[in-house]
């Protein structure tokens, strides 16, 4: 059974940082390309990054490159996606995804604010 278990969120002040993890069961990591998304309130879920099957290249949306990484842990079987220089338009529930049979995670909230 793929399960997606996300922790790591919080309340995190302008400019500071967070680490979210995606920890992974019934499946191994290194073989599927992983995304994360978020969905702000009242706004459709958007795309946030991805990286290929063993991590061979990622992207990411023009709003977080520079500032987000996305990254693997495969001993620990764990995706996690790294947050730099948030601001409050990453207020957001972020969700680890698995675009090969479509399975989401839970959801983690991130709200940047003073």
């Known amino acids: 059974q793929v399960q997606l278990v996300e922790s790591g969120g919080g309340l995190v002040q302008p400019g500071g940082s967070l680490r979210l993890s995606c920890a992974a069961s019934?499946?191994?990591?290194?073989?599927?390309?992983m995304s994360w998304y978020r969905q702000a309130p009242g706004k459709e879920r958007k795309f946030v990054a991805f990286?290929?099957?063993?991590?061979?290249?990622?992207n990411y949306a023009d709003s977080v490159k520079g500032r987000f990484t996305i990254s693997v842990d495969n001993a620990k079987n764990t995706v996690y996606l790294q947050m730099n220089s948030l601001n409050a338009e990453d207020t957001a529930v972020y969700y680890c995804?698995?675009?090969?049979?479509?399975?989401w995670g839970q959801g983690n909230q991130v709200t940047v604010s003073s």
């Open positions: 995804y698995r675009p090969s049979g479509g399975y």
């Open positions: 019934g499946f191994t990591v290194s073989n599927y390309g």
């Open positions: 990286m290929s099957v063993t991590g061979g290249s990622t």
